[in-house]
């Protein structure tokens, strides 16, 4: 992949007790918007969401937001987005993040953003998709996630080869090169026999 044109990111509507988790999502926001990439997120306006997406348009990116009806109507949607897209349910609001981006990335956050990458990582395994999915693993903080996806590998109940699929660094610049050299080949050989799933 020479270039991403949009980048979905999944990260946390809190921002965490370290101060480097939002100093992260706020240089993320701008390495976003000075590599002229739309911003794809949840839409909303806290935490390390808001922090990614108000950088972003602060350096004169765009941004797309995509988020639950129940969510607005909760007031926690960015309402100066350059496009707030308002849909009616969890489901719906991943599958149109995953339609229009080239990749996925993932920062600090809570059960909402493991869902979303654990879920994004599936889809790659059922080989439905051949984007690159990134984690950029903030302090240390995936580090035990990481290792667990390692054991579940040596236990027999991951395959090495979707461990692979998941590419992370604790450097933006560093994990966004990885994320443009990656290579769908070996997704294509994975699901030339469907057995191995």
């Avoid at 794809?40 to 350096?59: F, I, N, Q, S, T």
């Avoid at 953003?113 to 990134?134: D, R, S, V």
Wanted: proline share 3%.
């Amino acid at each position: 992949m020479s270039k991403m044109k949009s980048i979905c990111v999944y990260c946390g509507a809190n921002s965490g007790v370290n101060p480097v988790y939002i100093e992260t999502a706020t240089a993320v926001g701008s390495f976003i918007a000075n590599h002229h990439m739309r911003l794809v997120y949840g839409g909303g306006r806290v935490g390390m969401m808001g922090a990614v997406a108000d950088e972003v348009l602060r350096c004169g990116g765009k941004v797309t937001g995509i988020i639950p009806d129940f969510l607005l109507s909760a007031e926690v949607g960015h309402t100066k987005l350059n496009e707030l897209v308002v849909v009616k349910s969890m489901h719906e609001r991943k599958t149109k993040m995953f339609e229009i981006s080239d990749g996925f990335l993932a920062l600090p956050g809570g059960m909402g953003t493991f869902e979303e990458l654990c879920e994004i990582l599936t889809w790659a395994q059922l080989g439905l998709h051949q984007k690159p999915i990134g984690v950029l693993n903030v302090n240390g903080y995936y580090d035990k996630l990481l290792d667990f996806l390692d054991y579940a590998v040596q236990q027999g109940f991951y395959k090495p080869e979707y461990r692979a699929m998941l590419l992370h660094d604790s450097d933006m610049e560093s994990l966004y090169q990885k994320m443009l050299a990656y290579s769908p080949s070996g997704v294509q050989k994975i699901m030339k026999d469907r057995s191995k799933i």
